[in-house]
C-alpha cells in the first residue's frame, strides 16, 4: 500500500474519541434533531432544503450538553489524517452564539453545543443523500439532484448504517488500484455491525473500488462504494462538514 492508503486504513481503524452528549434546524428542513444521543433513522424530508452551516474548529471545540451547559466532551482541531475539523451545524441557538453540530462519536447521531465565538462559518447549498434500498448515492443543491451515483452498499450482515453524518476527510488514497480506489471521503458516522474478522477499521465512508461489478449490490462491510467518475464528481463539491444524510 502506499502512504496515503496506509494513512486512509488506521484512520478507519483508530476510532473518533467518545464522550457523552429550541431553535431551528440549519441545513435539511424536518423533523428535528433529537437532543441527546439518539440515533436518527426515520427517512429525512427534503421538501424545504436550505443552506447548510459548517463551522471549523482548527483549535479544536469543547462540546456542551446544552449553550453554556456542562461539558461532554472535547474535539481535536484535526482529524486522524490531519484534515482541519470541520462540523455541520444543524442548529443555532437563539442568540446566535451556539450550534449543535453532529458529533463524530458512537453511538451514531450524537450532537452536542459548540460557542461560535471566533470560528469561521461556511453556508452551502450542496450535500449528499445516500438511500440505501435503492443503491445510490445522489449529490444534491438544495432540494434538487444534480448528479445521481449506482453505490454497492452495505452486505446483509453489515448494513450501512442510515442517519445524518458529515463528509469529515476529503483524502486521495494514492491507490487507485486498492479496495477504495483514487481517492476516499471518511465520514463521522461508524459501523457497528463489521463483519466476522473484519480488521478495516469501522469508520464509515463514501469511496472507490477494485471491483466495479459490486456497484448496484449489497456487497460491502459497511460503507457506499461509487465509481471513479463519481468520485471526481463529487469531489469538486464535497468538502469536510458537508452533510450526507444515509437513509434506509
Known sequence: MGRATSLLVAAFVVA???????????????????????????????????????VEAQDGAVVRSRPNGPIAGELPGRTSLGTTTWLWAVKTSPDGRWARVVLPWRPNGRTGWISLRGRRTVKSPMWVEADVSSRRVNLMRGDQVVRSFIAAVGAPGSPTPVGRFSVTDPIATGDPGGPFGWYAF???GHQPNLPPGWSGGDQLAIHGTNTPS???????????????????????????????????
Do not use: F, N
Not at 35 to 46: I, L, N
Not at 215 to 226: D, E
Open 214 to 248: 459490486s456497484l448496484g449490490t449489497a456487497a460491502s462491510a459497511g460503507c457506499l462504494r461509487v465509481s471513479s467518475t463519481a468520485l471526481g464528481i463529487l469531489k469538486r463539491y464535497l468538502h469536510p462538514g458537508t452533510p450526507v444524510i444515509i437513509e434506509a
Open 186 to 188: 471518511g465520514l463521522s
Open 16 to 54: 473518533a474519541t467518545p464522550a457523552a452528549a429550541s431553535a431551528r434546524p440549519l441545513g435539511v428542513d424536518g423533523a428535528p434533531l433529537r437532543a441527546t444521543a439518539t440515533p436518527a433513522h426515520h427517512r429525512t424530508p427534503v421538501q424545504r432544503q436550505t443552506d447548510a452551516l459548517m
